[in-house]
């Protein structure tokens, strides 16, 4: 029987960006011990007062349907801490629940855009944007950036790709990147979506991790509100990756038919995990810093040890779970670099290709191993890029 288009196209022709990290699972599976510097995971399970919450709610009875749009509690929660953060007048209303960030991108690109439509994305890029898009039927052109624009989008590259488009996604703080977008660039992303009448969705799931300078969400600026969709999640920020569980902030018209959109594809999700959201949230910033503390400390450990080394540069990570690494002057591509240091050193990252071509030749190390064994394993990467230099 054939399938759709659209499903046979979620993953295009060649390269889906993941060979090196399953070739490092399937290294993995044989027995062969792998550093594992892929996957966006911390090295930390769920709180367990989190899950005490889940664990309790779920004895006491929460485990039938939940209302769709959210348990009104946590979307009041979530309003609370939005207005909080940004300034922006947020009430439940402007709040759907979604089983993840992820749900949440496909739903605001079901929502703004129709099959065939022009969906713009800024490169370098989360992995699953461009399939999100095209298993809509959507025509998803990429934005490229440059490395020495330290990855900020610029006015002139958005638009020559603007005709015909609906939409644009970005995401700061940037996942591979970890470039936080300057007020400027907030400005002149607002500017364009006013100017070409785009829905703007911002995907700030690294809200929380930021280590210099400072996140904007661009629904605080001017006439951003009625035309600007956040992407937010408790994955990164709490470390509930497993338990799927995020939001999307919008107009209340719009929260309406997302609402509509999630009872006939989600159905929202568990009443348990809302609940243990909530706890979750109620926790406060102190436990969000606490999440965020490995990362911060080893973004350190990486500026100090590349400090030693000329031949890799490295794009100094503003937030986020990862850092970028600059090796064209070993003269590889990023995936014959990472697929060489995999089968000589048994060290898995992800090649810059992966995101776009405006990290060609560049590396996305995840910074979510332990400290000593993070240091040691970035160390082999850079000798192993000094030796190839030197041949
Ligand atoms: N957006 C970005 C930039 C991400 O890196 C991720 C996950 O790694 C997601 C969205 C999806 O996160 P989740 O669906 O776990 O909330």
Known sequence: MQQS?????????????????????????????????????????????????????????????????????????VAERVQARTGVLTSVENV??????????????????????RALYVEPFYATYPPTLRAQGLEAVSVPTKSSYDFQPQRTDLEKHLKGA??????????PSGTIYSHDTMKMIADVCKTYDLWLISDEVYETLIWSSRHISPRSLPNMQERTLVIGSMSKSHAMTGSRI????????????????????????????????LFALAMGIKFEEKIAAPFARRRKITLSILAEFQNVKVIDPKGGMYVMLDIR???????????????????AVMPGESFGKST???????????????AAALRTLCQFAKGLSNT
């Open 166 to 175: 609906r939409s644009l996604l970005i995401n700061s703080p940037n996942n």
């Open 246 to 277: 995020g939001w999307v902030i919008g107009p209340a018209d719009m929260i309406a038919c997302l609402t509509d959109f999630a009872t006939n594809t989600t159905y929202g999700v568990a009443g348990f995990i809302q609940e243990a959201a």
């Open 360 to 374: 060609a030749g560049h590396l996305r190390v995840a910074m979510t191993i332990a400290d000593e064994e993070y």
């Open 5 to 77: 288009h659209r499903i046979n196209n979620i993953n295009e022709a060649g390269s889906d960006g993941w060979e090196v990290f399953s070739k490092a699972r399937q290294m993995i599976s044989k027995g062969v011990k792998v550093t594992e510097l892929s996957i966006g995971e911390h090295d930390i399970a769920t709180d367990k007062s989190i899950l005490d919450a889940m664990h309790e709610s779920a004895l006491a009875g929460n485990t039938g349907y939940a209302k769709v749009p959210g348990i009104t509690s946590l979307r009041r929660a």
């Open 96 to 117: 759907l629940i979604t089983p993840g960030g992820q749900a949440g991108l496909f739903a605001t690109h079901a929502a703004t855009c129709d099959a065939g439509d």
């Open 329 to 347: 002057e070993t003269g590889l591509s990023g995936i014959e670099f990472a697929n060489r240091l995999l089968d000589r050193h048994h060290i």
